[in-house]
């Protein structure tokens, strides 16, 4: 089935640093990918969409100068946490979505494995 | 926008028991709803999902019921397993144009040996 790999797995990193997270997916084309953020004990929530090629789209309250979004290719698509705080501490999950066939119910999910983020 | 609400927020049944978590959504457009199971720091594992062209779907313990009428999906999961303790949450979305998920709040089941 398809494989979206998501690195790094867990990432401690000091306060106004920057990290970067991958997402790959790794047999399939990944025409669009979902970001998401999940607290502790919480529900999944969209940060942003993006489709290979073009900007992300912003959910509302997502600086997108803080979370930096890059689809470049069909495979890899990144999300950079700038200049970070204890606050954006966090598990960030990345979902693919591929079409799988033509007509109704056409598209395919897969998620990542995620990343704890610890800002300190 | 599509607005998924999902109870009970915690649930604890006996081994061997039957669990029913509910999930109500908003948008009478939507068509596909997946239902997955959470482990702690673990990505969502998708567990069994519907459409909406089908009332119901089973796939040996757990099965999903689905009344367009009233927007509303249940999660049924029988001969509950210590196993089964995980976070469980349902989604909506419009399959058809490659939508993103919404999901619903989740449910901490907690099944006791």
């Known amino acids: 089935g398809a494989v979206v790999s998501q690195h790094p797995s867990r990432v401690i990193c000091k306060s106004g640093t920057s990290v970067k997270i991958e997402c790959r997916s790794l047999?399939?084309?990944?025409?669009?990918m979902f970001w998401y953020r999940q607290f502790p004990k919480k529900s999944l929530m969209l940060m942003a969409t993006?489709?290979?090629?073009?900007?992300?789209?912003?959910e509302q309250g997502v600086e997108k100068d803080k979370f930096l979004i890059n689809h470049a290719s069909l495979t890899l698509s990144t999300l950079t946490v700038t200049s970070a705080h204890p606050e954006d501490s966090s598990f960030y999950i990345c979902?693919?979505?591929?079409?799988?066939?033509?007509?109704?119910?056409?598209?395919?999910?897969?998620f990542g494995s995620g990343t704890r983020l610890t800002v300190v | 926008g599509e607005n998924v609400e999902q109870h009970p927020s915690t649930l604890s049944v006996q081994e061997g028991d039957s669990a029913v978590i509910k999930c109500t959504y908003s948008d009478s457009a939507s068509n596909y709803f997946p239902w997955y199971k959470q482990e702690l720091g673990k990505r969502p594992q998708l567990i069994i999902d519907?459409?909406?062209?089908?009332g119901e779907k089973k796939d040996q313990r757990i099965a999903v019921t689905l009344n367009k009428t009233a927007k509303h999906f249940s999660l049924h999961i029988t001969e509950t397993q210590p196993e089964d303790s995980a976070v469980y949450f349902c989604?909506?979305?419009?399959?058809?144009?490659?939508?993103?998920?919404?999901f619903g709040t989740g449910t901490s089941l907690t099944v006791i040996p």
């Open positions: 519907i459409r909406s062209n089908v």
């Open positions: 989604a909506a979305t419009i399959h058809t144009t490659g939508n993103q998920f919404y």
């Open positions: 047999d399939f084309q990944a025409t669009t």
């Open positions: 993006s489709n290979e090629g073009s900007k992300a789209t912003y």
């Open positions: 979902s693919a979505r591929s079409a799988i066939q033509s007509g109704a119910f056409a598209y395919g999910y897969t």
